[in-house]
């Protein structure tokens, strides 16, 4: 088995890990890119969301590169993602790509099928080194969120554009290199440091941005066009609503691992205004969004990809949070034809309308 899997932000660098400990022969697919986005928006439906496209691209490329198996999440729910794996593999098989699919449901819902279908993936592994694996592809994604939220403080008070990225870039390969328990205990000692190393102008005023919404266009940076690097270089700090650890703490942990944020404290947060789950992510935007404005936050930007259900419900309720809260939102909607100009204009602006909204504040 040649395997390879979806790209999102940086879970490629934790899931090689997983499998290559289970001595499965992994095919990381190529970053997203244009090419990536042009192949999926050619052989995908047309109304199929941003994410979809993308992950049938991460196939193709991966196949070129000699990938003969898929290994992608599954779902159920109200959205559509509980039927893109099939669909994705129709497509393949369509275009000549004889590729395997491996579809991993949710453990909450379907243990059985799931623990049946990671013994085909490891050819029978026994059930302590699978644990151990999960375990050491964990610690791998808290070191690269540990990275990320490292990043998000110091870029928008670094001392020379561009120190945050480099010590940024240093510190994920690291993490990445890291072939044992040991090294990656020290992998992310020294990442640490590497953050912590970079030179930041500690009384710098900044602004404050949550940004909630839907998972994949939250973690994959080429769907958000970089947006939590663009803001910091607008001078905001920023925090985003969902990290890939905490992603797996609440879905596969169970919630296990304590001082974690979690899915469920969104939702109870979210009661007032919306009471039950709406698929993807919909019902953690709204929860999110008002635990940051309760935290003290100068704004909030959503971010979905064109056609998300979901994220349309909830942005049909943010109106109502931020008035009642009095905290700005902006919703940030992508697909394909997202430009680049088009976004930075709108975030120069709401960062503008923040800033003023705060000097406002300060000034009463
Ligand atoms: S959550 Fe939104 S983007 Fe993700 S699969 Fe569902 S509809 Fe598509």
Known sequence: MRATFPHMGNLHISLKAMLQHLGVEVVTPPSCSKK???????????????????????????????ADTVIMA??????????????????????????????LEPPSRYIFELTGKIKQITGNKPLWQVIQAICYGYQKARALDEVEIAAFKSRPREMAAGLTDAACRKALKLI????SWREIVEARKIA???????????????????????????????????LETRLGYLGVEVDRSIYLSEWVNDHLFMGLIKGLRSRKEASIAAHPYLRHFVGGHGQETIGNAINYARAGYDGI???????????????????????????????LIVDEHTGEAGVMTRLEAFVDLLARKKEMKEAL
């Open 74 to 103: 599954g779902g159920c729910g109200p959205c559509r993602f509980g039927y893109y794996a099939q669909i994705e593999h129709a497509i393949l098989k369509d275009i000549g790509c004889n590729m395997e699919l491996i579809v």
């Open 301 to 331: 930007i959503q971010v979905f990809p064109f056609t998300c259900m979901p994220e349309i419900v909830a942005e049909t309720i943010l109106p109502v949070v931020s008035a009642d809260f009095g905290i700005p939102v902006m919703t």
């Open 192 to 226: 640490g440091k590497t953050m912590a190393g970079i030179p930041v102008d500690k009384d710098r005023a900044v602004l404050k941005v949550g940004i909630v919404g839907e998972i994949y266009t939250l973690l994959e940076p080429f769907t958000n066009l970089n």
């Open 176 to 179: 990445d290199r890291a072939i």
């Open 36 to 66: 990536t986005l042009n192949l999926g928006v050619k052989y995908g439906p047309e109304f199929a969301c941003l994410p979809m496209k993308l992950n049938l691209g991460n196939f193709l490329e991966a196949y070129e590169m000699g």
